[in-house]
Structure formats: structure tokens, C-alpha cells
């Protein structure tokens, strides 16, 4: 299964959804998360980890999808 960051900016109450931490800078400045992404790749996030700053909650949670012939479940 694949990994999701999930960014949540504070001040703007803007949602933002990354398949890496490299991505999240791709997007968004340190200014804006309220660390840097030395401290990202180092804070735990595996696992379904979670990092609150000032100006954002980071969470790395696994997504769910489904399969394309069908589960067989209704």
C-alpha cells in the first residue's frame, strides 16, 4: 500500500495530500510547514506518525484502495 502526507496548514485551514516529504518542499516552503525537511525525514512519521508545528499538522497515514476486479464484499 502507499503512503499519503497529509498537510494541514493552520493559518490558511488548507488541506494538502503528498505521495513523499520531498514533495510536500516541491509545493510548500519550511516557512510555510514550520520545519524543514531534514527535520521531516527524521520526525518518525512511519508508522502512521504525526508532527504538529506552530503552522501545520503533518501526518503520514498508508492509503487505501481498492482492487480492481472486485472484493466480492457488499
Not at 493559518?11 to 516552503?29: C, E, H, P
Not at 510555510?32 to 503533518?58: C, F, M, P, Q
Request: avoid cysteine; charge should be positive.
Amino acid at each position: 500500500m502507499a503512503k499519503v502526507i497529509h498537510v494541514h496548514l493552520m493559518g490558511k485551514r488548507k488541506d494538502y495530500y503528498f505521495s513523499s516529504i520531498t514533495a510536500v518542499y516541491d509545493v510548500l516552503t519550511a516557512e510555510e510547514v514550520g520545519v524543514k525537511k531534514s527535520y521531516l525525514l527524521h520526525a518518525g512519521l512511519s508508522g502512521n506518525g504525526t508532527v504538529i508545528t506552530r503552522k501545520a499538522i503533518i501526518k503520514q497515514s498508508t492509503l487505501i484502495s481498492g482492487s480492481r476486479r472486485g472484493s466480492g464484499k457488499k
